[in-house]
């Protein structure tokens, strides 16, 4: 089945530092991927929309400067949290449609705890 | 704007008792609908879906659920739960179109007591 990785599944990180969090779509192409976060004991929440070779569409409230994303192959997809700072600490969860399959698959999640 | 809303946000149960979870969402259009699990310190697991053709969905884990568009419903069913299905169950939804984002309720929390 359609696998996807995150790195890394834990970071822990100064405020004020950038972190850098990668999707990738093990076994298949994915030319979109999607990125949530999670708070404790709360639902997945859509940040953005990441489409290969283009901008990626943010939800609203969400900050495209703040939360940087890239994905520059069929494969990957990266989160780049900037100058983080403690209320970003969360789960961050990114997700691949498989357009063979018609299916979209979640990572394993990245858990951000900013100091 | 699509929208899943989860009305039980826990639900306690005894081991062999039956379980419904409730699930209804917003949107005008086609949807593909969805249940998520995710077990403590897990990731997101696909337990059903459902895209067209019978309502009637079977998942994983003896798992299933019923679409009734006129109610914009898509309950979660078991006929006896175990101890082992404590977890987080999630709603989802997309629009019927490819790579579409999928918007997810808030969640019920399934306690199993043994």
């Known amino acids: 089945g359609a696998v996807v990785s995150q790195h890394p599944s834990r970071v822990i990180c100064k405020s004020g530092t950038s972190v850098k969090i990668e999707c990738r779509s093990l076994?298949?192409?994915?030319?979109?991927m999607f990125w949530y976060r999670q708070f404790p004991k709360q639902s997945l929440m859509l940040m953005a929309t990441?489409?290969?070779?283009?901008?990626?569409?943010?939800e609203q409230g969400v900050e495209k400067d703040k939360f940087l994303i890239n994905h520059a192959s069929l494969t990957l997809s990266t989160l780049t949290v900037t100058s983080a700072h403690p209320e970003d600490s969360s789960f961050y969860i990114c997700?691949?449609?498989?357009?063979?399959?018609?299916?979209?698959?979640f990572g394993p999640g990245t858990r951000l705890t900013v100091l | 704007a699509q929208s899943v809303s989860q009305h039980n946000h826990h639900v306690i149960l005894s081991e062999a008792a039956s379980l419904e979870l409730g699930c209804n969402y917003s949107y005008g259009g086609t949807v593909n609908l969805f249940w998520y699990v995710q077990y403590p310190g897990q990731h997101l697991q696909l337990l059903l879906k459902y895209f067209s053709g019978d309502p009637l969905v079977k998942g994983i884990k003896g798992f299933e659920a019923e679409f009734i568009k006129s109610k914009f419903s898509f309950n979660l069913r078991k006929p006896s739960v175990q101890w082992s299905d404590t977890a987080e169950y999630f709603c989802a939804v997309n629009e019927d179109s490819s790579a579409s984002k999928i918007i997810f309720g808030s969640g019920t929390r399934l306690s199993i007591r043994p």
């Open positions: 997700s691949a449609w498989d357009f063979n399959t018609g299916g979209q698959f």
């Open positions: 990441s489409n290969e070779g283009s901008k990626a569409t943010y």
């Open positions: 076994d298949f192409q994915a030319t979109t």
